[in-house]
């Protein structure tokens, strides 16, 4: 009599956690390129004595803030821009801009009343005081465009770049941090530090904060292949969450957006994430505005 010895085979893995939410969390109209464009194009601040509203990009090195500023000039060109320099070599450690400068954006012949401002890469080493004060400098409208940052300390008095008495149209009325989702969770304690420090110091004033998410379709294979999963993705989830929960702010003022990179034309899934980011930081900065004694 023959007797069997075979093992009982182990039960087949469980299948991988579906990355994919079942609805998106966020509501989002991908249609709306052409309607947030006109809406745009058609704004004006609601002070009557600021003819630009100036929003001042920050964000880390890498994180992608002078390719955010092409990117929006890229959507509204409809081609692709690189007016704003950025550093194309992998492991860079020092911020590719030197100097503070305003970048007006124009809808075929017509300035847009908004001026993105660029600014040096926040360090980690950098000492404490310089940096952070010469954001709270600039937001506060201090600081001349052509002011070149200097690691070792901020802009003075003394300083040809300073404004004593600046007016509305030299302060900035919404802060931008630019942060990357691939790297969101590594980002060091000291960064967010100097971030909780501009956060406080400027939200005593009024200033609206809010956070672009950059490289989502390099955080997230989902968003790789179409980026319209961006707010089904659980992980983009996440990482919104964590973002929310390390720099302050809150959840509804981040968005997530994908810059151009290497691509050489625009597309239509990438402006409407991007105008629509733009769209709400100009509203809260006018709401700001709109804040202040006419």
């Known amino acids: 009599m023959g007797s069997s010895n075979s093992t009982p085979q182990p039960p087949p893995p469980p299948p991988p956690p579906n990355p994919e ?3 998106p969390w966020r509501k989002f109209d991908w249609g709306k390129k052409t309607d947030l464009k006109e809406k745009l194009k058609n704004f004006s601040p609601s002070h009557p004595d600021v003819k630009d509203i100036k929003i001042l990009v920050a964000g880390q090195i890498g994180a992608g ?3 955010f500023i092409n990117s929006v000039d890229s959507a509204f060109q409809g081609r692709i821009s690189s007016r704003a320099l950025v550093n194309s070599a992998a492991g860079f450690d020092h911020s590719f801009t030197r100097n503070l400068k305003g970048f007006t954006i124009r809808n075929g012949k017509k300035k847009l009343p908004f001026i993105l401002k660029d600014i040096m890469g926040l360090e980690a080493e950098v000492l404490e005081g310089s940096q952070v004060e010469d954001i709270i400098s600039i937001v506060f409208g201090h600081v001349k465009d052509g002011y070149k940052f200097n690691k070792d300390q901020p802009l003075t008095r003394e300083d040809q770049h300073y404004i004593s008495d600046p007016s509305l149209s030299d302060q900035s009325f919404c802060l931008v941090y630019v942060i990357d989702a691939t ?8 960064l967010i530090d100097k971030l909780k420090i501009i956060r406080r110091r400027i939200s005593d004033k009024g200033i609206p904060q809010v956070v672009i998410m950059t490289k989502v379709d390099e955080a997230c294979p989902l968003i790789k292949k179409n980026l319209r999963k961006v707010y089904a993705s659980k992980k983009i989830k996440e990482k919104m969450e964590l973002c929310s929960a390390k720099v302050g702010v809150p959840l509804s003022n ?3 957006v994908k810059n151009y990179h290497d691509e050489i ?4 899934d990438v402006d409407v994430l991007i105008l629509k980011a733009l769209e709400q930081i100009v509203q809260l900065a006018d709401d700001r505005l709109e804040d202040i004694d006419s």
Do not use: A, G, H
Not at 183 to 190: A, S, Y
Not at 265 to 268: F, K, V
């Open 21 to 23: 939410l079942d609805k």
């Open 65 to 67: 803030k002078s390719s």
């Open 254 to 256: 981040i968005f997530p």
């Open 183 to 190: 790297t969101v969770q590594f980002t060091d304690d000291k």
């Open 265 to 268: 034309d625009t597309n239509d």
